[in-house]
């Protein structure tokens, strides 16, 4: 039932975005009424929340935001069942394919917790021949830490910790390069 909620409630915003809908529409359920979706969701120009996040990579890996400190992150929340989110990945690999990783770092951290599992996700993504930096943000903590409530979300963020840029919805290869200054 949760993942049930989960799906109507990202679906409905996903299909508000799709159409045009102001994020002053988007309201919280429990948000005071001026509250807009960009002032609920992590702002452009705030300090990356504090806690530095570790989460596990497709090979058991473990890594942490503050490992790429000193390089622009891009960061990109997404699931395997997410329409928007597939019409972007083959963008998100050209991206990471291009991208000078000396100076930028592209993480795609998967929201497991809304998946059926690891095993699903490594299937997903060796089936389509993607080949990125995926974290697997098992119990959802991350995605909460970053307020992503519309997935795909992508949040650029600076050489000083800084949130640049919040992209709600697919990106494209260009739109990221031109962000990053590629």
Not at 89 to 118: C, M, W
Not at 119 to 129: R, T
Request: some cysteine; charged content about 25%; proline content about 5%.
């Amino acid at each position: 039932m949760k993942k049930t909620a989960a799906l109507l409630f990202h679906f409905l915003l996903i299909s508000c975005v799709f159409l045009g809908c102001q994020e002053s529409d988007l309201k919280q359920e429990n948000a005071p009424s001026k509250t807009t979706m960009k002032e609920i969701i992590t702002k452009e120009n705030s300090k990356v929340p504090a806690n530095n996040f570790v989460l596990p990579t497709t090979d058991g890996k473990m890594v942490k935001l503050s490992d790429f400190k000193g390089k622009k992150v891009v960061i990109n929340f997404w699931t395997t069942w997410c329409p928007p989110c597939k019409e972007e990945l083959p963008e998100l690999q050209r991206f990471y394919e291009q991208a000078d990783s000396e100076h930028v770092a592209f993480l795609g951290i998967n929201i497991t917790s809304e998946e059926g599992g690891k095993e699903e996700v490594k299937s997903f993504l060796s089936k389509s021949g993607f080949d990125f930096p995926v974290l697997f943000d098992e119990k959802g903590e991350v995605m909460k830490l970053y307020k992503v409530m519309v997935i795909p979300t992508t949040f650029i963020i600076d050489e000083q910790g800084q949130v640049f840029k919040k992209i709600i919805g697919p990106v494209t290869t260009e739109q990221l390069k031109r962000l990053t200054d590629l």
